[in-house]
């Protein structure tokens, strides 16, 4: 992918893609089990222009909350579900939400038995419940990232 519309540098492409829409990319790739590539085109004199450093580093502070659900994983369980992303690794599922849509987020295909649930980003744990058929987490009334919100499961 691109920051703007070019994958070298030009100086009249001033389309730059939002921090937000880069990270949701690199997560939806992710989810995907594939790998995400950002093109970064140098100016002649070899700098990053500022818009680029601006998304990188956003990028950049996204992974050192979240990267433990996008390092080493691989595809998740849950697919084809618009308002979410799922990743796994090891004895984790990572649910990557995209639309907060209220109090509660149920998901279904969740197969393993969770045993916690928690915001990666505050840490904060979520009560739960698990039937066969579904998952049920109770969310904070806000969305606490308004990138990717990010809620680690662990399995028995």
Do not use: C
Request: hydrophobic content about 35%; proline content about 5%; aromatic content about 8%.
């Amino acid at each position: 992918m691109t920051i703007n519309n070019q994958w070298a540098y030009n100086q009249n492409d001033r389309e730059f893609k939002s921090a937000q829409f880069l990270i949701r990319g690199l997560v939806e790739v992710a989810s995907r089990g594939g790998n995400f590539l950002l093109n970064v085109g140098p100016r002649p004199d070899g700098t990053i222009q500022p818009e680029f450093q601006e998304r990188l580093r956003a990028i950049g502070d996204w992974l050192s909350v979240n990267g433990d659900s996008i390092y080493g994983t691989t595809y998740g369980p849950v697919q084809g579900v618009s308002s979410i992303r799922t990743t796994a690794k090891d004895n984790k599922v990572f649910i990557h939400i995209f639309d907060w849509r209220g109090a509660t987020l149920e998901v279904n295909r969740i197969k393993p038995k969770i045993v916690s649930a928690r915001l990666l980003s505050t840490g904060q744990s979520l009560k739960f419940t698990q039937t066969e058929e579904k998952l049920k987490l109770e969310l904070p009334s806000q969305m606490p990232d308004p990138n990717v919100t990010t809620i680690a499961l662990m399995t028995a």
